[in-house]
């Protein structure tokens, strides 16, 4: 079972680079509805709002006809890439596309495909826009290029935001439990949900189109259902074997008890989701379809991978009670206190805590 996760885990770690290039902004105007409609025609008559817009300024504070020069050249180096629908600019008879002062110029791009498509292609222009105007400032706009920004930012938040999370939560755990094994079962179990979520939403790519923020939300939930569903098994079983149970026996009376709470919780949470899925909205049914996929993925994690794990760990997962850091340190209540101990001095105290926190490290 642990090999299998592995796998599944390297698996999932190799697909994110082509699920973000799949996600795209998800969509806010319900499907089905007169709004939809009328973008979807606006967007055929090449009126609707447009993909990309292309602010281009001269370097130097030039005069109206170097921008508009300027456009023109950019526009028609884009309408020719693939994926472009049409290209505008004041060289292609739209002089309101031109600033009153003359100085700076917009080409307007209106893209096909779906929203992921839109979002590479817009990736993939800019950079060619730059080029075709090497005296002028181009600056990218609209909806797909703020998509692309979108996913750029909110990956690198969620990179930061986990990297910060997970040292807290490790420390936390170990104060709790007094094992390193202990405390990053969690952990683990979290990793292995969030991540392997991923190859799923990029499957669901195919079917309807899902937001970058669907990526964010099945961080957030996998991690904290992960660690709640991870301890609720875990706090059993080590309650389980402290009063005298085999290690087999107490994993299986964890599984029979909090392993079915945990299989309760998940189909609870799952239910709850799914009935969010049922807005016709594309954004929101991304974010609970993604929701309803790592609250699965945690439970099952949490009742395969997790038992194997304990099964591999032994007594690494308990915490120490006696070992070498805290032999030979005295012992015993205050002085007056009534103990059969005698009193232990402050250094006594601090040679104590060290060897406690010898037994944890």
């Known amino acids: 079972m642990v090999v299998c996760a592995t796998v599944a885990l390297v ?24 709004s939809a409609r009328a973008q979807s025609q606006a967007e055929l008559l090449g009126v609707g709002t447009p993909d990309l817009v292309l602010a281009l300024t001269v370097r130097d504070g030039g005069a109206r006809p170097a921008v508009a020069a300027g456009a023109g050249v950019v526009a028609r180096v884009l309408a020719d890439e693939p994926g472009v629908r049409t290209v505008r600019s004041a060289a292609m008879g739209d002089p309101w596309l031109v600033s009153r002062d003359g100085r700076t110029g917009l080409v307007t791009v209106s893209l096909s495909g779906s929203d992921a498509d839109r979002k590479e292609a817009a990736l993939r222009l800019v950079p060619k826009a730059r080029a075709a105007a090497p005296g002028m400032r181009v600056h990218a706009s609209g909806v797909s290029w703020a998509t692309a920004e979108i996913d750029r930012q909110g990956a690198a938040d969620l990179l930061r935001a986990e990297l910060w ?30 991540v392997c979520c991923a190859p799923l939403l990029g499957l669901l790519t195919h079917v309807t189109d899902v937001s970058a923020f669907a990526v964010n939300a099945a961080a957030a939930i996998g991690f904290g259902l992960s660690i709640d569903f991870t301890l609720f098994v875990l706090a059993r079983y080590r309650e389980e074997h402290a009063k005298g149970m ?31 899925a049922a807005v016709p909205v594309p954004l929101l049914r991304a974010l609970a379809l993604a929701g309803v996929a790592v609250t699965l993925l945690a439970a099952l994690a949490a009742l395969t991978v997790l038992p194997a794990a304990l099964t591999l760990l032994g ?19 205050p002085a007056g206190s009534g103990g059969s101990s005698p009193a232990v001095s402050p250094p006594g105290l601090r040679r104590r805590a060290w060897g406690h926190w010898r037994c944890w490290s």
């Open 11 to 34: 698996a999932a770690i190799l697909s994110l680079p082509a699920v973000s290039r799949a996600c795209g902004a998800g969509g806010t105007i319900a499907t089905g509805t007169e």
């Open 165 to 194: 999370a997970a040292p807290l939560i490790m420390l936390l755990l170990l104060l709790t439990y007094g094992s390193w094994a202990a405390a990053a079962l969690p952990l683990v179990v979290a990793v292995l949900a969030v």
């Open 246 to 276: 085999p290690r087999a026996r107490a994993l299986d009376v964890a599984l029979a008890t909090s392993g079915r709470c945990v299989f309760c919780s998940a189909l609870v949470i799952s239910s709850c989701l799914v009935a969010v």
């Open 315 to 333: 007594d690494r997962v308990d915490a120490p009670t006696r070992c070498a850091g805290c032999a030979g340190l005295p012992s015993g209540g």
